[in-house]
């Protein structure tokens, strides 16, 4: 089962910051936060990924609470491009056998 | 330059066939992954190969074969079909096993009649 509890949908304004939260409360001390999303048709797509701190790429800002209990996603200026699902996603780092376990997602529309 | 590759893109087929849909990477990554998302729209792993040895069976049925020729491939074989098999699979692989993120191919949409 995943991990994971998301808002099963978000709206946002085009040109605006989508931020999109994550609960996992049971995450474990070695496990990654993982954000992909799936654009319609296509194969999901990674975003980013952190432990602990927060991080940043050409995508999007992941931030992580300091309890590590939850994090949010931030894409900055979302684009009508931006709408698909995303998919938060925890996961043992390091060379372990752990795989990506999807939940539900938030399926995501940025309208003009 | 399509980093994960599968084919064919879209598949009909009835009843008890036999079918494969192929997966290639060029990503120079060692594990490789078959996901299949149903009608439901859940994602789920079905096998990993890591450096063409199976590492994961999530408990698939034994009609689904996997086979891994070398490490930038990964075939999805299906014997005698069902109508639940309809869905999408997806193929996908990472530097290693727990190692970086996933990279997705595009599906492939099976449908059985």
């Known amino acids: 089962d995943a991990k994971t509890t998301q808002p099963p949908s978000m709206d946002c304004a085009e040109g605006r910051a989508a931020n999109l939260p994550c609960n996992h409360s049971?995450?474990?001390?070695?496990?990654?936060v993982y954000w992909y999303r799936q654009i319609h048709s296509q194969g999901p797509q990674y975003i980013i990924h952190?432990?602990?701190n927060n991080e940043t790429n050409e995508m999007a800002s992941l931030i992580i609470t300091e309890d590590r209990k939850s994090s949010t996603l931030i894409l900055p200026h979302a684009t009508l491009r931006d709408t698909a699902v995303y998919y938060c996603?925890?996961?043992?780092?390091?060379?372990?056998?752990?795989?990506?376990?999807f939940g539900k997602g938030t399926k995501l529309s940025v309208k003009p | 330059d399509t980093a994960v590759s599968q084919t064919p893109k879209y598949l009909v087929t009835q009843m008890g066939n036999d079918k494969s849909i192929k997966c290639e990477q060029n990503?120079?990554?060692?594990?490789m992954y078959w996901y299949k998302q149903d009608s439901k729209k859940f994602l789920k792993i079905m096998f990993s190969y890591n450096n063409k040895e199976l590492i994961i069976n999530e408990t698939v049925p034994n009609r689904f074969s996997p086979k891994s020729p070398d490490k930038a491939h990964l075939n999805l074989h299906i014997n005698s079909l069902e109508l639940g098999d309809s869905a999408v699979y997806f193929c996908?692989?990472?530097?290693?096993?727990?190692?970086?993120?996933?990279?997705f191919g595009n599906g492939t949409r099976l449908t059985v009649t």
């Open positions: 952190g432990l602990k």
């Open positions: 049971t995450i474990s001390g070695n496990e990654y």
């Open positions: 996908a692989s990472s530097p290693g096993q727990g190692l970086g993120p996933l990279h």
């Open positions: 990503l120079g990554h060692d594990t």
């Open positions: 996603i925890v996961r043992p780092g390091g060379g372990s056998q752990g795989n990506l376990i």
